[in-house]
């Protein structure tokens, strides 16, 4: 009769052979890439999350181009992929901080914030791999969108101006996903997914990257007009076409920077507050 053991299988922990305070600067960058690795990996693993953050807006960038977009060449004499491709790009870093938004509600809820906060991880590396998330998957979503574009006749001219392009969804994107962050984590109600869409569809319908700003009734105008996402489609579409793109980007990274300044705060409290409690 055989007495030796069964051999089972051990998982072998990688030697530490990292000394660092967890309140260094090298540790909270090595450990927000670390984090914003597990988010990416957690979101490509998601199939509900790549099609509302990735499928839909190139859906819906095709839908409008199909629906309504020889009305819109007729009425602004410029192909509608100028315009659609921007509002879809913008649409999609909106959507995409959703999927953020969700995973931050249920780690919240599983105590998962709160094991991060009882662990020597700095504690600013979550919040920051977060963003740095949100910024990889904006910068993603937008070359896919680009990707669908084209065929319908959108076209950037050069390198630089492609690099352009890319900046202003990133840098509108990162002030949406703060915001959405900030509220995940000081309020515990349920509607704040559909707050948040429905903000969405209202932004997108009322600005410029939908229809032009004269196809608007007077009185809404100013309002259009003067929206953030107005001003990033108007800077996305100065680019693609070669104008002066200087006015409405200046205007799109005031509304982005003040969102990141005003909302900060908010999310920072709220987040040692999840985590401690």
């Known amino acids: 009769m055989n007495t030796n053991p069964r051999p089972t299988a051990t998982t072998q922990f990688p030697e530490l052979n990292f000394t660092r305070s967890e309140s260094s600067p090298v540790t909270f960058v090595r450990q927000s890439l670390l984090m914003t690795k597990r988010l990416l990996t957690i979101w490509s693993r998601d199939p509900l999350t790549m099609v509302q953050a990735v499928a839909y807006p190139a859906i819906m960038l095709v839908m409008l181009w199909m629906v309504i977009g020889i009305t819109m060449e007729g009425f602004s004499n410029e192909p509608a992929a100028y315009r659609f491709a921007p509002l879809m790009s913008l649409v999609a870093a909106m959507v995409g901080s959703i999927a953020g938004v969700v995973l931050v509600i249920q780690e919240r ?44 006749g959108f076209r950037l001219n050069s390198v630089t101006a492609t690099f352009a392009f890319l900046s202003v969804p990133l840098m509108f994107g990162i002030g949406f996903a703060t915001v959405a962050t900030a509220c995940a984590l000081i309020t515990t109600k349920q509607t704040l997914i559909a707050a948040l869409q429905l903000f969405i569809m209202f932004g997108m319908f009322f600005s410029s990257g939908f229809v032009p700003l004269q196809a608007f009734p007077s009185w809404a105008q100013p309002f259009v007009e003067n929206q953030p996402l107005s001003h990033a489609v108007e800077a996305m579409r100065a680019i693609a076409l070669g104008e002066d793109f200087s006015s409405p980007l200046i205007r799109c990274a005031i509304w982005s920077g003040s969102l990141v300044v005003l909302f900060s705060v908010p999310a920072i409290v709220g987040y040692r507050r999840s985590a401690a409690g």
């Not at 904006?138 to 990707?147: A, P, Q, S």
């Open 109 to 152: 809820e599983n105590g998962v914030l709160s094991r991060y906060w009882s662990l020597p991880i700095h504690r600013g590396a979550d919040l920051a791999g977060r963003l740095m998330a949100e910024a990889v998957r904006i910068v993603l979503t937008t070359i896919l969108i680009l990707i669908v574009a084209f065929p319908l």
